[in-house]
């Protein structure tokens, strides 16, 4: 089975610095896609950036970047000039194809991160 | 509609007590996901519906779980006499077509559900 795994439960950051969220993966599968979200305290989840396993090339958004090592099963987000409006819990998602054939995410525990004016 | 929507948002109910959860999915979209987050953790994929069908009810974690969407578009959740270890937000996510792994997940907001 597939799992997710974020070992920093907290993180904090200058307002305008660049932070690193870390995750690992497990997954015996070659093709998957992973996936930061964002929760804000509102709790309604967001998308921040996707990656697809067969591209080598790391998925950037604007001031949110990725640092893919699929051989490492790693996937970290890089937030550069972090803002306010940053501060939420990150959850970091796999994708897993399942044998019933649909897509359900598997999700790590967060890491809440915390922006310091 | 502009998001996805959840009612009610917050829920009490005493151990014993069968609850409803209501999901609104954005309005046309096919896929529509049931997750349950516990306190503290990442949320944990309950089922799957494509328009009206239940494709997959592997996460349901009891048969007191009860989903249904019968008409492809709004989905109720129900807990039939619910437990204190029920206790936890339920996210509701939709996504436009049927089960692509590129897809974007759009969530509602959740319901928080209390057990006493």
């Known amino acids: 089975a597939q799992t997710v795994t974020q070992s920093q439960p907290e993180m904090s950051v200058q307002e305008a610095e660049t932070v690193t969220l870390s995750c690992t993966y497990d997954t015996s599968e070659s093709d998957y896609y992973l996936f930061w979200y964002k929760q804000p305290p509102s709790r309604q989840m967001i998308l921040v950036i996707r990656?697809?396993?067969?591209?080598?090339q790391n998925a950037t958004e604007n001031r949110f970047s990725v640092n893919f090592q699929k051989a490492a099963k790693s996937f970290s987000l890089k937030i550069s000039d972090s803002q306010l409006g940053d501060a939420a819990m990150y959850f970091c998602a796999y994708r897993s194809l399942t044998t019933s054939g649909t897509y359900k995410y598997i999700f790590g525990t967060g890491t809440r991160l915390k922006v310091l004016a | 509609g502009a998001g996805v929507s959840q009612s009610p948002r917050y829920k009490v109910a005493k151990r014993g007590q069968d609850v409803a959860l209501r999901c609104d999915p954005i309005s046309g979209h096919v896929s529509l996901f049931w997750y349950q987050q516990a306190l503290g953790q990442g949320p944990e994929f309950l089922t799957y519906f494509q328009n009206e069908a239940q494709l997959d009810k592997s996460g349901l974690p009891s048969d007191r779980f009860f989903a249904e969407r019968p008409e492809g578009s709004v989905s109720t959740l129900k807990i039939q006499r619910t437990q204190k270890e029920d206790s936890a937000v339920y996210l509701c996510?939709?996504?436009?077509?049927?089960?692509?792994?590129?897809?974007?997940?759009?969530f509602g907001p959740g319901t928080r559900l209390l057990v006493l």
């Open positions: 990656q697809e396993a067969y591209k080598q």
């Open positions: 996510a939709s996504s436009l077509f049927g089960g692509r792994a590129s897809e974007t997940q759009y």
